[in-house]
């Protein structure tokens, strides 16, 4: 079955030790997204891809950074990571001209201590 | 720009009883509609969309949600919930405009189905 698929399901490092996740898909979309969810709080969009063109979203802090070296996978990478940033990362693609439909992974749990 | 507004953090139900999750929207233009459920430690799944049409859809397993324009609303509502309804639900909505669209979701209502 066409999915999404996010590895690691769960990433525990240390305070400013950094940390990759990885997203890959097989449903030949052209944008990919980069979710954040903290506890009992909405998914807030980090930055996403169109094709190769990246987007960031002002409040997205420069700890964090991606990669989309091909159009089946996409990195999220945080450079030096804080207590702040323990969060489930949710991977999330959209086909080209569609609704706004997003087909999701099923997420990385971070936990930094 | 778009905001969804989910004002039910919480909402618990015993078991069989009938449930609405509250969902208004704000948009300046045309909107897509959608309602995702999250399972404890994974990802967000579609459970229902309005693109056009028929302002009443449903989904596969019992939930039904209906668009209402005029009080910019889209509440989901099942008449009978089983325990493993229990989720998180999140309201989204994005704009009918042409060129790149992105979700914006609401802050989520927690459904908890008691026995």
């Known amino acids: 079955d066409a999915m999404v698929i996010q590895n690691p399901r769960y990433q525990v490092t240390q305070f400013g030790k950094p940390v990759t996740l990885s997203c890959s898909q097989t449903l030949n979309h052209n944008v990919m997204y980069w979710y954040q969810q903290k506890s009992s709080q909405a998914p807030k969009l980090l930055f996403h891809y169109y094709d190769k063109d990246f987007n960031n979203e002002a409040d997205t802090p420069d700890n964090f950074q991606s990669r989309r070296p091909n159009t089946s996978f996409c990195f999220l990478d945080i450079r030096s990571p804080g207590l702040g940033d323990a969060a489930m990362y949710l991977c999330?693609?959209?086909?080209?001209?569609?609704?706004?439909?997003?087909?999701f992974g099923e997420g990385s749990r971070l936990t930094v201590l | 720009a778009q905001s969804v507004t989910q004002l039910d953090s919480q909402v618990p139900v015993f078991e069989e009883a009938p449930v609405e999750l509250r969902c208004n929207y704000s948009?300046?233009?045309?909107?897509?509609l959608f309602w995702y459920v999250q399972y404890p430690n994974q990802g967000l799944q579609l459970l229902l969309k309005?693109?056009?049409?028929?302002?009443l859809v449903e989904s596969i397993n019992g939930f039904e949600a209906e668009f209402n324009k005029s009080q910019t609303s889209f509440h989901l509502r099942k008449p009978s919930v089983h325990i493993s309804d229990t989720a998180e639900y999140f309201c989204a909505v994005s704009e009918v405009i042409t060129g790149r669209r992105a979700l914006t979701f609401g802050s989520g209502t927690r459904l908890q189905v008691q026995p």
């Open positions: 309005y693109l056009s049409g028929s302002t």
């Open positions: 999330a693609t959209s086909g080209q001209g569609g609704t706004g439909e997003l087909f």
């Open positions: 948009s300046s233009v045309s909107v897509y």
